[in-house]
């Protein structure tokens, strides 16, 4: 009789851990102003800046060093934008991770961060990428946001058509291989990018790390 419900208080705690990223936010929300999170890409900038004309929300850009971002152009557009906004936002620059697993434990390091330090934690991250990368860097950023108690939500732009990027939802597989990469970092403090040496040794090359 023991064992079956110890079997259950153990499975009851797992399903909670793994679910945690979810619950946490919907019943003990962050209460901090919403971020636009971008993760790399020219145009995805541009879009949330033109956005950040309008509503005055923070950015986050994430990033590789590689790419140059933000431009000159694009630090000129968001210094025109804080001369006009009061109180001026912020585009807030890290220059972290090379793939959307890593980028995504980038964000909860910034998180972890702004806890540190006292700084408020946003109630919602609007995360602003192709829709190709939906729903996988959404699972995965919530899986990494939202123990802080931050929602994720999906902010979809789609590229100039001189970009080849799809615009279909991204596939299952890479969705569900993030979500558990993610579910495997918050266990391990590692995303599993060990297991392809060879792969990760190219993307952090091109990243620039």
Do not use: N
């Not at 419900?5 to 909670?16: D, H, N, T």
């Not at 000159?72 to 906004?85: G, H, K, P, W």
């Not at 980038?106 to 972890?112: E, F, M, S, V």
């Not at 999906?154 to 291989?177: I, K, N, Y």
């Amino acid at each position: 009789m023991k064992r079956p419900l110890l079997a259950g208080v153990v499975l009851s705690a797992a399903l909670l851990w793994l679910a945690w990223p979810w619950l946490r936010p919907r019943f003990w929300p962050a209460q901090g102003a919403p971020w636009l999170v971008v993760l790399d890409g020219y145009h995805r900038l541009d879009a949330a800046l033109a956005r950040q004309e309008r509503t005055g929300e923070l950015i986050l850009l994430i990033t590789c060093p590689s790419t140059g971002q933000p431009t000159t152009a694009q630090r000129l557009r968001q210094r025109l934008v804080r001369q006009r906004l009061v109180p001026p936002p912020l585009l807030v620059v890290v220059e972290q991770g090379f793939d959307t697993a890593t980028q995504a434990t980038a964000l909860a390091q910034w998180l972890q961060k702004r806890q540190r330090l006292g700084q408020s934690i946003p109630r919602q991250l609007h995360l602003v990428s192709d829709p190709h990368h939906f729903p996988r860097a959404r699972w995965a950023a919530q899986i990494a946001a939202g123990g802080y108690g931050s929602e994720v939500l999906s902010l979809p732009v789609v590229p100039p058509a001189s970009l080849s990027g799809s615009t279909t939802p991204s596939a299952d597989w890479p969705s569900w291989r993030d979500a558990l990469r993610l579910q495997l970092w918050r266990a391990t403090g590692g995303t599993g990018a060990w297991l392809a040496p060879e792969l990760t040794a190219r993307k952090r090359g091109a990243c620039g790390l």
